[in-house]
């Protein structure tokens, strides 16, 4: 299809050469934008997004968990094995990967570019809470990350007298016999992305040579023999089309990355495809209620859930005021945007990844039973999974609110002719020349931004990375590049004092939100 409309497409001299164009206006374009700016100030870089806002997608404060993944809380990132071993390896490298982003944001604020931390980042613990027979298994992840350099100050209870000073809206009403247990980490956040977005973009409006684009929507994209790519946007106000030309493409549009990347026609695109996960959640309106509760609390999502749907009672600070929300409750549409349309998922159908996409839907069958029982969920259903939380929990205290869309990616399975296998997390594709990327997937994304936008640098611009200033300026915006902090306690102990102390963290403020 996408061979046929590059044919009868009718090409237009390109009306401006900048030598970076960001798609979509999000979290991720915002940190590129800003990492290139900092390593190459003459850049000239143009962003465009499709709605008339900036992080009106899944960096959207009420799309987007923000709880500033760093895998405290997160069951889903120590799984247990069939043996009864706990992996805490992707638990490792997301909190590893979450200290590299406040590294990145403490520099914005020493350097003056965001000036009150407060307004996107907020210290709140990160609890789990599990009951009867996932005590064991909690216990013995605790066990495993205890003295690890990353999950310093973890603790441990059982204790219920403990458990009520930690939740009091938890444990009020629970069944007595209950055995129920929680780990707490006070170094955890509470993340506003949407916030944040907007900051990083509010600065980069200020820098020379950066020009951002509402409303516009890109439409064809097609590489050059110079090695350069046209790209033709539609300005969705005026109803007219221009064509500009660049060096380097970055497709960041969340849920619109694929349909763009299949544009490209890399062969490193070939295959993907994209299961589209919608979401809701319950928002307390009872003010009362709130107040009894300053923590964000993971429990275990249920067998087939998807990692997005794990169920979190969760604090969150929105606008400098406390609010609470439960959920998310996972459901499916086929729109890949919140703002998309109906016909995104059969668009994204292609020949390559027809095969894939099908052996995707017959293996996870127990995920789409999830997917329709959440989707027929009932206003009671939901009470329901909301009391194993809050036992006191009335139906008249909460309003269910839409969440964001997300896409998780599909690939081919290479040790399965025709297979494909369903993958949950971020991945960059790019070109083999650098020229273009494109990011696809979904949580961790916005918490690891940094490091997934380092990860694209060392792609894309290997040489630049290479040379002296280029690796003087990211160990200056990041101090611990170049190692790791999974083994360095002094380094990692050091890396949380600096960052704490620039972005405000667990001070008096602070005490007062909680």
Request: charged share 25%.
């Given at each position: 299809?996408?061979h046929?409309?590059?044919?009868f497409?009718?090409?237009?001299?390109?009306?401006?050469?900048?030598?970076?164009?960001?798609?979509?206006a999000?979290?991720?374009s915002?940190t590129?934008g800003?990492?290139?700016?900092?390593?190459?100030?003459?850049?000239?870089?143009?962003?465009?997004?499709?709605l008339?806002?900036?992080a009106?997608?899944?960096?959207?404060?009420?799309?987007?968990a923000?709880?500033g993944?760093?895998?405290?809380?997160?069951?889903?990132?120590?799984?247990?094995h069939e043996?009864?071993?706990?992996?805490?390896?992707?638990?490792?490298?997301?909190?590893?990967?979450?200290?590299?982003?406040?590294?990145?944001?403490?520099?914005l604020?020493?350097?003056?570019y965001?000036?009150?931390?407060h307004?996107?980042?907020?210290?709140?613990?990160?609890?789990s809470?599990v009951?009867?027979?996932?005590?064991?298994?909690?216990?013995?992840?605790?066990?495993?990350?205890?003295?690890?350099?990353?999950?310093k100050g973890?603790?441990?209870?059982?204790?219920?007298?403990?458990?009520?000073?930690?939740?009091?809206?938890?444990?009020q009403?629970?069944?007595?016999n209950?055995?129920?247990?929680?780990?707490?980490?006070?170094?955890?956040?509470?993340?506003?992305?949407?916030?944040?977005t907007?900051?990083?973009?509010?600065?980069l409006?200020?820098?020379?040579?950066?020009?951002?684009?509402?409303?516009?929507?890109?439409?064809?994209?097609?590489?050059?023999?110079?090695?350069?790519?046209?790209?033709?946007?539609k300005?969705?106000?005026?109803?007219?089309?221009?064509?500009?030309?660049?060096?380097?493409?970055?497709?960041?549009?969340?849920?619109g990355?694929?349909?763009?990347?299949?544009?490209t026609?890399?062969?490193?695109?070939?295959?993907?495809?994209?299961?589209?996960?919608?979401?809701?959640?319950?928002?307390c309106?009872?003010?009362?209620v709130?107040?009894?509760?300053?923590?964000?609390?993971?429990g275990?999502?249920?067998?087939?859930?998807?990692?997005?749907?794990?169920?979190?009672?969760?604090?969150r600070?929105?606008?400098?005021k406390?609010?609470?929300?439960?959920?998310?409750?996972?459901?499916?549409?086929?729109?890949?945007?919140?703002?998309?349309?109906?016909?995104?998922?059969?668009?994204?159908?292609q020949?390559?990844?027809?095969?894939?996409?099908?052996?995707?839907?017959?293996?996870?069958i127990?995920?789409?039973?999830?997917?329709?029982?959440?989707?027929?969920?009932?206003?009671?259903?939901?009470?329901?999974?909301?009391?194993?939380?809050?036992p006191?929990?009335?139906?008249?205290?909460?309003?269910?609110?839409?969440?964001?869309?997300?896409?998780?990616?599909?690939?081919?399975?290479?040790d399965?002719?025709?297979g494909?296998?369903?993958e949950?997390g971020?991945?960059?594709?790019?070109s083999?020349?650098?020229?273009?990327?494109?990011?696809l997937?979904?949580?961790p994304?916005?918490s690891?931004?940094?490091?997934?936008?380092?990860?694209?640098?060392k792609?894309?611009?290997?040489?630049?990375?290479?040379t002296?200033?280029w690796?003087?300026?990211?160990?200056?915006?990041?101090?611990?590049y170049?190692?790791?902090?999974?083994?360095?306690?002094a380094?990692?102990?050091?890396?949380?004092?600096?960052?704490?102390?620039?972005?405000?963290?667990?001070?008096?403020k602070q005490a007062?939100?909680?």
């Amino acid at each position: 299809m996408s061979h046929i409309s590059h044919l009868f497409h009718i090409h237009h001299t390109p009306t401006s050469h900048p030598d970076v164009i960001l798609v979509g206006a999000g979290i991720m374009s915002a940190t590129l934008g800003i990492m290139l700016k900092e390593l190459h100030p003459s850049l000239k870089i143009e962003i465009y997004e499709r709605l008339d806002v900036v992080a009106g997608e899944s960096s959207d404060v009420w799309n987007n968990a923000g709880t500033g993944h760093s895998a405290f809380c997160e069951l889903n990132y120590t799984p247990e094995h069939e043996d009864g071993t706990v992996d805490a390896t992707k638990a490792f490298k997301i909190a590893d990967s979450f200290e590299t982003s406040k590294q990145f944001w403490a520099y914005l604020v020493e350097k003056g570019y965001i000036k009150d931390p407060h307004t996107f980042i907020n210290s709140i613990p990160h609890m789990s809470f599990v009951w009867d027979e996932n005590v064991a298994y909690l216990k013995k992840r605790f066990d495993l990350l205890r003295d690890h350099p990353l999950f310093k100050g973890m603790l441990y209870s059982e204790n219920k007298t403990q458990l009520t000073e930690w939740m009091p809206l938890i444990m009020q009403s629970r069944d007595a016999n209950q055995k129920v247990a929680a780990t707490r980490m006070e170094l955890g956040t509470d993340m506003n992305f949407g916030e944040l977005t907007r900051l990083l973009f509010k600065h980069l409006e200020t820098l020379p040579d950066v020009t951002i684009y509402l409303n516009h929507e890109v439409s064809f994209l097609e590489k050059r023999k110079d090695g350069h790519w046209e790209v033709e946007v539609k300005d969705m106000v005026a109803h007219k089309k221009r064509t500009v030309e660049t060096k380097f493409l970055f497709i960041g549009a969340g849920g619109g990355s694929l349909p763009l990347l299949e544009k490209t026609e890399i062969p490193e695109a070939k295959g993907y495809g994209g299961f589209p996960v919608s979401g809701q959640w319950l928002v307390c309106q009872n003010e009362d209620v709130i107040k009894q509760h300053a923590a964000k609390v993971y429990g275990k999502a249920e067998v087939g859930a998807p990692p997005m749907s794990v169920p979190h009672l969760d604090t969150r600070i929105i606008n400098g005021k406390k609010a609470l929300l439960f959920g998310p409750y996972a459901g499916f549409s086929s729109k890949f945007l919140k703002h998309g349309s109906l016909m995104d998922l059969p668009h994204s159908l292609q020949v390559n990844n027809i095969l894939p996409m099908v052996s995707v839907g017959l293996h996870n069958i127990p995920l789409t039973k999830y997917l329709i029982e959440q989707v027929r969920q009932s206003p009671e259903d939901r009470l329901e999974a909301l009391k194993k939380f809050v036992p006191t929990a009335k139906l008249e205290d909460w309003k269910l609110e839409e969440a964001g869309q997300r896409v998780q990616i599909i690939k081919k399975d290479h040790d399965h002719i025709g297979g494909g296998v369903l993958e949950f997390g971020t991945e960059i594709v790019s070109s083999a020349d650098g020229s273009v990327a494109a990011l696809l997937g979904a949580s961790p994304g916005a918490s690891t931004s940094v490091s997934i936008m380092l990860d694209l640098l060392k792609r894309c611009f290997k040489d630049q990375v290479e040379t002296p200033a280029w690796q003087s300026k990211l160990k200056e915006m990041i101090p611990s590049y170049g190692q790791s902090l999974v083994k360095n306690s002094a380094l990692c102990e050091g890396i949380r004092e600096k960052t704490s102390k620039a972005l405000q963290l667990n001070t008096d403020k602070q005490a007062k939100l909680a």
